[in-house]
């Protein structure tokens, strides 16, 4: 073979290694016998997780069961709804002539579905139903953490920046965990005071403080047996940290104002946007109470690290709000996906949501287009530029919205400083809602707390 011809051949080989390697869909090379020769890197991560669960016996089955439905069908319409493990897919075929002369055939997995067991015998739901959108390998490899650790006791700690998904995450857990059909409740440790937090939590005796006139239980004698999340966990002063780990030490309360320990029995998920550790190092958080809360670590990504999800999450606010507004309005991807890829996404999921829901209650059309698509700018006035602000110099090539947030950041910064931490008189000063300004304070990391 001449040097050119073998040239060729490395170039068209390295161009489609990489087109397997982007697609979104799991694209494997399989025997008809079911026998996998290949897996894409999306298709790799799903199958593995299958198999470790289901045994590689079942898959390969499974595979076989759909290549032969396809195969039997005409070779217009090659094209199934088929199980792959727990899952059904859209499935399409292809040949593939391999090396030796043999046929192998590409199997093409599309839109993932789940059997609705609660609707008549074969009926499907899209993988919205799941909870967790998306099919980039890191969200697979969340699916299968929450799926291996759910059924367990072990105290989880879920980090990742603001509007991630913590708190999905947390009712998925609870969702697929023994204690499903027990109470949940979810605590925002940033929104309550230490000594609210505390009788809030553990409960009271008549008398403990002002206005206790009668004995009250908390929150973890009330859901005893069940699952409390945590919200927020990096927030909390010194004071409960102690009063927590003694509940994660011993499964012991005691009420406020009280002196007998009562035991609970209550499972705990906790969820903070702060680097725990640095705080540890910095003496802000207690280490034997990291070491407590971080006996599972589940890391949500950025969705700025995720982009190829942001399809699958965009089609699925697009259905959510077309149903909300009794709307029909179609997302081309030619069209936006592009806009939406190119942008940093600060506000991750909670933000993309936010810019959907705005696009199609505004959209007169049938499909949204790059002008139906606007970010969330604040307009800081030049009087609310902190002092020396203006003369600092960003990245040359930062993003607009990057400066802005900065910009954002300092002025609530230094209006909270100017009021002590009142939330209620900066919300006012700044022209906003208070829930706004909590939004903004907690996608930032600001504590009040530590402002007053």
Not at 4 to 12: H, I, N, S, Y
Not at 225 to 241: A, C, H, K, V, W
Not at 362 to 367: D, G, H, I, L
Request: proline fraction near 3%; charged fraction near 25%; include cysteine.
């Amino acid at each position: 073979m001449s040097e050119v011809k073998q040239e060729e051949l490395q170039r068209l080989q390295s161009n489609h290694q990489a087109l397997l390697n982007t697609t979104y869909e799991k694209v494997m090379l399989v025997r008809p016998d079911g026998t996998v020769e290949y897996l894409n890197p999306n298709s790799a991560v799903f199958i593995n997780h299958i198999i470790s669960r289901e045994g590689a016996g079942k898959v390969k089955e499974q595979i076989r069961s759909v290549i032969n439905d396809l195969l039997h069908k005409k070779n217009d319409s090659r094209y199934c709804i088929s199980p792959i493990g727990n899952l059904f897919f859209e499935c399409r075929s292809a040949p593939f002539i391999g090396y030796k002369g043999e046929n192998l055939h590409w199997l093409i997995l599309r839109n993932p579905v789940k059997r609705d067991d609660d609707k008549n015998q074969g009926s499907v739901t899209r993988q919205e139903e799941l909870n967790i959108i998306g099919q980039s390998k890191s969200m697979l490899n969340l699916q299968s953490i929450v799926t291996r650790v759910a059924k367990t006791d072990t105290t989880i700690l879920v980090t990742g920046e603001s509007g991630t998904g913590k708190e999905l995450v947390a009712h998925l857990l609870k969702s697929k965990s023994n204690r499903n059909t027990k109470p949940f409740l979810t605590i925002n440790c940033n929104t309550i005071s230490d000594l609210l937090l505390e009788s809030d939590l553990f409960g009271y005796e008549k008398g403990s403080f002002t206005g206790a006139y009668n004995q009250r239980k908390g929150k973890f004698e009330i859901v005893d047996n069940g699952t409390i999340f945590l919200d927020e966990i990096g927030d909390i002063s010194p004071r409960m940290q102690a009063a927590l780990l003694r509940v994660l030490q011993n499964g012991e309360i005691t009420r406020v104002g009280g002196h007998t320990p009562i035991k609970v029995d209550v499972r705990i998920i906790a969820a903070t946007n702060r680097n725990l550790a640095e705080a540890v190092e910095k003496g802000t958080f207690r280490l034997d109470l990291f070491y407590r809360l971080n006996v599972i670590s589940i890391v949500i990504p950025p969705l700025r690290q995720r982009k190829e999800d942001i399809f699958d999450l965009a089609t699925y606010f697009i259905q959510k709000y077309n149903k909300l507004f009794d709307k029909s309005i179609d997302l081309d991807p030619r069209r936006i996906l592009r806009k939406l890829e190119d942008y940093h996404w600060p506000g991750n999921v909670r933000e993309l949501e936010n810019v959907i829901h705005r696009a199609v209650l505004m959209c007169k059309k049938s499909y949204l287009t790059n002008r139906d698509i606007t970010f969330d700018m604040v307009a800081v006035q030049s009087e609310q530029v902190p002092a020396g602000l203006t003369n600092s110099k960003p990245s040359r090539y930062q993003p607009l919205k990057n400066i802005i947030d900065e910009v954002e950041k300092e002025v609530i910064i230094n209006k909270l400083k100017s009021d002590h931490g009142n939330v209620s008189k900066t919300a006012e000063a700044l022209q906003i809602s208070k829930a706004a300004l909590y939004d903004k304070m907690k996608r930032y990391g600001i504590n009040a707390k530590s402002l007053r």
